[in-house]
């Protein structure tokens, strides 16, 4: 994950624009290749899927998370608000103030690999946060980010771990894949899908069939079920995601056969 270019003055979140100059101007900047939160980048309006760069995305904040989890790291945020894309081609990075924490809940950011996943100092983005109050839309939509990129134990009220981690990929990649013409049409079609229960909008189901299948895989409401990072890294270059769901599921399989016959 490379560095992100004018880190002090940072990038502006999804909806942040107070007026129509400013939206107007923010268009301007994502279509000139100018640095935006990973939140605008996947809402943009009309936005189509283009599988190779949905994929790059999806790698990166993987990549990153891989590299979190190495030193016992639980990211916690990883969320597309909690990230910056700079186009043309796709680079992600943290927001710093975002990255990662550790079992006692502290900031832990500089426990990882500073080259595998350099962090981002947020300063636009926490303007951003402060006018939050003052635009209900960003307000909502930020607030049901939260909502979807909570995992069902958290919901439960337990810590986050390793695992809720890989529940927000998933997550992230139904985002990267399904796409809606407004704001409010994804509104709509996230209120009746149910992500904890991998409920997923018809259209992820036919359009990309490979990647909802490892989007519920990465989605299974039972922590211990999620494949584990240090294995998904090897693969997830591939984009092979019916492999990989198939030899997770052989792999649980004999794992339990052979816990079964050790009982």
Same mark, same amino acid.
């Given at each position: 994950m ?21 939206? !107007?101007?923010?268009? *301007? $900047?994502?279509e000139?290749? +100018?640095?935006?939160?990973? %939140?605008?980048?996947?809402?943009? &309006? ?11 995305v999806?790698?990166q ?10 030193p ?43 080259? !595998?996943?350099?962090? *981002? $100092?947020?300063?636009?983005? +926490?303007?951003?946060?402060? %006018?939050?109050?003052?635009s209900? &839309?960003?307000?909502?939509v930020?607030a ?23 529940y ?36 992820l189901l036919?359009?990309?069939p ?8 990465l ?45």
């Amino acid at each position: 994950m490379e560095p992100s270019r004018g880190a002090a003055g940072g990038a502006r979140r999804w909806g942040e624009a107070e007026t129509e100059g400013d939206a !107007a101007e923010e268009g *301007r $900047r994502a279509e000139d290749g +100018g640095e935006v939160s990973l %939140r605008e980048w996947l809402d943009r &309006p009309g936005r189509a899927v283009e599988a190779a760069e949905c994929l790059h995305v999806f790698r990166q904040v993987a990549e990153a998370v891989a590299v979190a989890h190495a030193p016992g790291v639980v990211v916690g945020s990883a969320r597309p608000s909690c990230f910056v894309v700079s186009p043309p081609f796709a680079r992600v990075a943290f927001i710093e103030s975002a990255f990662g924490s550790d079992a006692s809940g502290s900031c832990s950011g500089s426990d990882a690999d500073p080259d !595998a996943s350099p962090p *981002r $100092r947020g300063d636009g983005a +926490g303007r951003g946060e402060e %006018r939050a109050g003052k635009s209900f &839309p960003l307000k909502s939509v930020l607030a049901m980010e939260l909502n979807w990129y909570t995992s069902p134990e958290e919901a439960d009220d337990s810590a986050a771990t390793f695992a809720s981690d890989v529940y927000r990929l998933g997550v992230l990649l139904f985002e990267l894949f399904c796409t809606f013409e407004t704001m409010e049409d994804k509104m709509r079609a996230m209120a009746t899908a149910n992500l904890r229960h991998r409920v997923l909008p018809p259209q992820l189901l036919l359009k990309w069939p490979k990647e909802a299948s490892f989007c519920q895989l990465l989605m299974h409401p039972v922590p211990e079920t999620r494949p584990k990072m240090s294995y998904m890294k090897s693969h997830i270059a591939s984009r092979d995601f019916e492999g990989i769901v198939q030899v997770w599921d052989v792999t649980r399989s004999q794992v339990f056969v052979e816990m079964r016959e050790h009982e």
